[in-house]
């Protein structure tokens, strides 16, 4: 039994949802993915973790496909809106999924490929015939979800979480941010990742609360909202505050006020997904009058730290241990830290993803023998508050929240006949937190980077494509032959 489903039933009378200005009760939510389990059952019993890719807008009807696929028994595998098509096959084809459920704007990417390849095609516009089948009764030990994830790798990892693990993530935080059935929350995250699946829409509905969504991230389209006065928790990650604070600066004094106001009634501002820089904490402070809650997750472990929600949130640390996980800092053999140095953050817990996907050596590698994930973050505990001090890896960079992998834009610049040798770095970025820049090797004089950068477009999302690009004869190298990532950063 699927806890976070059977919860919906305490709560038939309360608003769940509210998306393209409509409202939707609990009830809307249980019925109607009720439903569409058994559209997707199609006359089985159970689609015994099949995995069920989809592509669908934030909304009503992408909670109501998500429930309706754990309710058939499926893993849910949300895709991202905003990727080119290769990108998106790579995710339907390393997950095997067997059906795809999309909105009908993003029917005509997959029509030709899903006949092709015996893909099921369900487009939620459309009416569809539905045949009356029991739902299977799901144990909270089957896998629920497979999210993908930039590593030191090229290609993105699928990380496997099964009901038990995403429950545990969810009570986690439940507990340690006080969600409660009056909250309400507004959703502007992408919903492929954890931040927005777990911690928003996750947290918010296992408590009988209101998600309230927007089609994407607006600052004018937030304010308005946070005017309304009704929303009194936010959660995003720093860019977003970035952007809201430079929206907010050049707004009339009118305007400033009312929106100042209307911030006083929430009641938590959360930030993480990448570092806060002590500059925009601050400044959100003097414009909404709260202190952002800095907290630190991963998407195999969910959240692992947190700055207290009633004690002291400290500007540049990101808290201590959340309830039920398990924190240990480690030297380079995976023993202890000794006390005050800095170390690797391992975990251990119930919210701790299971395992890659199809990659068990990865898997293995992951984890020491003792059972602890290597989150690959180093850290330092001051008077009891984890600092994070940086990565292990070079080769991952977090813009705006995003983990993006250097190696993975690397390979495809390689593929570019114009291009001989090329290093992807992340470049410190008030706003992005790290810029992507490139340094190409070319044999072409004439190199044109805006060419390059619209062909890098096809191939992966935009997000990822670097925002610089620096022209070099050769790329420093050690007397190893490797590159040094270190130089070119300090060239650029
Ligand atoms: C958009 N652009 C970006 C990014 N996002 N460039 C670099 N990094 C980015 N993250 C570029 C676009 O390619 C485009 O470029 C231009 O910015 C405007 O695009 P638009 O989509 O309008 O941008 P936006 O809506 O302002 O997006 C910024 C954003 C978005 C809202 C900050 O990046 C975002 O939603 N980030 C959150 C990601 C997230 O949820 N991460 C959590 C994963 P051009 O104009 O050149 O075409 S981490 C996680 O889940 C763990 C567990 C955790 O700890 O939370
Ligand atoms: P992802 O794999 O996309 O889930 O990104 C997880 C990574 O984001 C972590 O390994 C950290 O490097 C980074 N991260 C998340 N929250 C924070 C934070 N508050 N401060 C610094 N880094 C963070």
Redesign the pocket.
């Known amino acids: 039994m699927i806890t976070l489903l059977e919860k919906a039933k305490q709560y038939t009378n309360n608003v769940a949802i509210i998306s393209n200005e409509k409202q939707y009760f609990y009830r809307d939510l249980i019925n109607q993915s009720d439903s569409y389990a058994k559209l997707l059952l199609n006359g089985d019993k159970d689609l015994a973790e099949a995995r069920v890719a989809f592509m669908i807008q934030p909304g009503f009807d992408y909670v109501k496909v998500q429930w309706a696929i754990w309710k058939a028994g499926g893993v849910v595998v949300p895709l991202c809106l905003t990727h080119p098509f290769p990108s998106l096959q790579y995710y339907i084809e390393d997950t095997q999924a067997s059906i795809i459920i999309v909105n009908a704007i993003f029917a005509p990417l997959f029509v030709d490929y899903c006949k092709e390849n015996r893909i099921r095609l369900i487009i939620v516009e459309e009416e569809n015939t539905i045949i009356e089948t029991a739902v299977p009764s799901i144990d909270l030990s089957r896998a629920a979800m497979i999210l993908y ?2 590593g030191t790798t090229n290609k993105p990892k699928g990380v496997v979480t099964t009901h038990a693990t995403i429950e545990a993530q969810i009570i986690s935080l439940v507990e340690a941010w006080h969600w409660s059935s009056s909250d309400r929350t507004i959703c502007v995250l992408p919903l492929h ?2 931040h927005g699946i777990i911690n928003v829409v996750g947290c918010s509905l296992w408590s009988g609360a209101i998600c309230e969504f927007l089609p994407s991230f607006s600052e004018a389209a937030l304010f308005n909202e946070f005017s309304k006065g009704a929303i009194n928790v936010f959660m995003a990650v720093p860019t977003i505050y970035f952007k809201l604070i430079a929206f907010f600066e050049k707004l009339p004094v009118s305007e400033q006020e009312k929106i100042k106001t209307a911030m006083q009634s929430f009641r938590l501002m959360v ?6 820089p002590v500059t925009v904490m601050e400044k959100w402070e003097s414009i909404s009058g709260h202190r952002l809650l ?7 472990i969910g959240m692992g730290l947190s700055n207290p929600y009633l004690g002291e949130r400290k500007p540049g640390y ?1 808290g201590l241990p959340l309830p039920g996980v398990q924190v240990m800092l480690a030297d380079e053999q995976y023993q202890a830290a000794a006390i005050d140095e800095p170390g690797e953050i391992l975990i251990k817990g119930d919210t701790v993803f299971t395992k890659y996907w199809n990659n068990p050596k990865a898997t293995e590698e992951a984890f020491t023998q003792n059972g602890w994930f290597k ?3 180093i850290a330092v505990i001051e008077n009891d508050y984890y600092r ?1 001090m940086g ?1 292990n890896s070079v080769d ?1 960079i ?1 813009s705006g ?3 993006i992998s250097a190696l993975e834009i690397e390979e495809v610049l390689r593929t570019h006949e114009w291009i001989n040798d090329c290093a992807v770095v992340g470049i410190p970025d008030e706003e992005w937190g790290e810029l992507i820049v490139a340094a190409l090797v070319s044999s072409n004089p004439m190199l044109d980077t805006v060419q390059i950068n619209q062909w890098l477009r096809t191939q992966m999302a935009a997000y990822k494509t670097p925002k610089k690009y620096i022209i070099l004869n050769e790329l420093p190298r050690n007397a190893m032959g490797k590159v040094v990532k270190g130089d070119i950063k300090k060239l650029i």
């Open positions: 994830t930039s990742h954890v930030s993480g997904s990448a570092a806060l800095e907290r630190y997750g991963m998407t195999e990101v989150t690959g973050d994070i990565r991952i977090k929240g995003y983990k």
